[in-house]
């Protein structure tokens, strides 16, 4: 392993760095029925350092033939049925026991996370990590306390059992690589699942030490082999056979709306269970009456976080005529004082993008921006002035974009998925909402207003999944998470997730006469 289980973890993270980049390069494996394998094929794929542009691992490209023989193992492993009758307790003492391993490994954790993805060491270490231990110690709790409905009549009651789906495929997206896989995992073990995961073939490094701690739980006994698989690879390849399997039972994917509609399409006819967590164009509406010293800055943290590669990110800021002109000057002030750079550096505000050809993406918005008549406040570039050792990388100036016709910019209405966003006046309330609710997407809204009434007022108006006030990203992990149009069908988080992952079944005992 590039860095090894066994790393002296007093080491600072520029130390590990780079003993990192002086070791071999990693060579990520599939996990099927407890152990690494390689694809069938022998073929492999480049992973890449987003920050630098340098390969620092290899995954399986796996096929049909590796998917088949992962599907085996869960499926094999669910009909032997050791984990799907283990006990609750059981079953969330496990989940407890992947945390306490995690926990033990997060500063690596954080560090492979950071490097393939180019977000910030911070981030990792204050978000992307401590959620995945949060997940885990989370649905331990949750599936201990979930209860089953029972209802009385005259002579009979019933009551509902929950059993498990079956084999349940997993494929999650490049952003929040852990933090999302964990969310998804976690539920479905906790119900008695066993799992097959996809996760994207871009950043396979968190997902690959999240097997290594599934092995060592399985050598301590307490998790049999073939619950948990993974397999590494391309979506048409790897995903696509993962999805139309037929001892598939459930799929949960968290990604953008095309392939949604691609997994959707596979997955309906065949009659499977399927939640769908996909893309954003998320309005922030920014009222007069807003106290613009909190207001500024959750914009702008809602704006750029993890350099605005979140699906839950403000890219529509929405603010009210009589103080447009002040937010966008201390809006731009702020942006420009984020520090661009070293992803694995803690001063660091912002790290690089996912890759260069989405970075490419990310600058073609920033032409139409230009050609439908916007103007580009800040950034809309890329930085010269970064170190030899990152200047290939797919680094991105925030950029920020004023003048344009929020009802028909493609710009004001596509998602970007990265460090844009473009700030539009409103005159009232009513517009505000109209503005906010014109596009395809629905996923997440965030106000900001000191008026109760409109706290309570707004949110029935805005078509979408959630809708925060005065405050952004704040999550409770016991409420429903998704969104509605084309950010997704279904909603994650508590008892929802223990329900998706699992068949409700009643059973009906008429009293003897």
Known sequence: AAVGRNFPREYHVRNILQSYKLRTMKVVK???????????????????????NAQIATIPDSDECDVNRAVDAAYSALRNEAWSKATVAHRAAVLRRIADIIEERKEEFALLESLD??????????????????????????????????SLMPDAVNYTVYRPCGVCAIITPWNLPIYLLSFKVAPALAMGNTIVCKPSEITPLTAHALCEVFQQVHEEGLLPAGVFNMVHGLGKTAGAPLVSHP???????????????????????????????LGGKNPTIVFADADLAKAIPGAVRASFTNQGQVCLCGSRIFVEESIFEEFVSKFVESVKKMEIGN???????????????????????????????GQVLCGG???????????????????????????????????VFGPFVSIHPFKDEDEAIELANGVQYGLCASIWTESVSRTHRIPSRLETGMVWVNTWLYR??????????????GREGGKRSLEFFSEPMNVCVRYAE
């Open 476 to 489: 409770d992990l016991r409420v429903p998470f998704g969104g509605v149009k084309d950010s997704g069908v």
């Open 247 to 277: 001892h598939v039972a459930a799929v949960s994917f968290t990604g953008g709306t095309v392939t949604g509609k691609h997994i959707a399409a596979a997955a309906c006819p065949l009659f499977k269970k399927v939640s769908l967590e």
């Open 117 to 150: 993805t180019g977000k910030t060491i911070t981030m990792a270490r204050t978000v992307d990590i401590p959620r995945a231990l949060a997940n885990f110690r989370f649905f331990a709790e949750a599936v201990s306390q979930h209860q089953s409905d029972a």
């Open 30 to 52: 599939n996990f099927i029925a407890g152990n690494f394998v390689d694809a069938e094929s022998g073929k492999v794929l480049a992973d890449m350092d987003p920050a630098r």
């Open 381 to 415: 570039y890329v930085p010269r002035d970064l170190p030899d050792e990152l200047s290939e990388g797919a680094f991105f100036a925030p950029t920020v974009v004023v003048g344009l016709n929020p009802r028909e910019s493609r710009c004001a209405k596509e998602e």
């Open 343 to 373: 992803p694995q550096d803690d001063r660091t505000a912002m790290g690089s993008l996912i890759s260069l050809d989405h970075r490419a993406k990310v600058q073609s918005y920033v032409d139409v921006a230009r050609e439908e008549g």
